[in-house]
């Protein structure tokens, strides 16, 4: 492991893995075959209310996407879909890799801090943002940032914090039914 390896992983402290991001052109088909082949079942679209997505962490981007998810144990799998919009590293990834594994994600409950400590060590971020979901609970806030770690992780690293009435809360199927019942996110059959 390179010196820059060795001070990214005692930064990061990254927690389990929690989701693979997945870039597709087919929403529909893909969430089947997973499901058909896999048992994973239920799918769920988060109800997006306001969206605020930046390049680099500076150049504001207005694009749409599809994205589904479901879980396999505690791994979430994330299939996203460019829909129309501002050039972005989903639409990239499909363009130069075709669909397939586009990140690793890791849900934390320090992002700001953890970005400050990346920052100050010269990591990168390719895109990040700001994600509120529609609901009767009043929906959840979700930061997430896209880290520069292909050359020395092989691929994208996602940090993704997410927040229900001002509480951190871990992704999982369950919080997911729930927001099925408040209106953030809706329940699929594929």
Do not use: C
């Amino acid at each position: 492991m390179d010196d820059k390896a060795k001070r990214l992983a005692k930064v990061l402290k990254l927690p389990k893995l929690g989701q693979l991001g997945i870039v597709v052109k087919d929403i529909e088909k893909t969430a089947k075959f997973y499901s058909d082949t896999f048992g994973l079942k239920p799918w769920f679209r988060a109800g997006l209310s306001d969206e605020e997505h930046n390049l680099g962490g500076k150049k504001r981007l207005d694009f749409d996407v599809d994205i589904v998810m479901a879980f396999s144990g505690k791994i979430q799998f994330e299939l996203i879909r460019h829909v129309k919009g501002d050039r972005n590293i989903y639409l990239d990834h499909l363009e130069k890799h075709g669909e397939g594994l586009h990140h690793l994600g890791f849900f934390v409950s320090d992002f700001d801090k953890r970005m400050e400590a990346l920052d100050k060590m010269g990591i990168g971020v390719l895109q990040s943002g700001v994600i509120k979901s529609v609901g009767k609970a009043g929906g959840s806030v979700t930061k997430y940032a896209y880290l520069d770690t292909v050359e020395i992780g092989g691929i994208i690293f996602e940090l993704i914090q997410t927040k229900f009435v001002g509480v951190n809360i871990k992704m999982s199927r369950l919080w997911f039914e729930l927001g099925n019942i408040t209106g953030d996110l809706e329940k699929l059959k594929f």
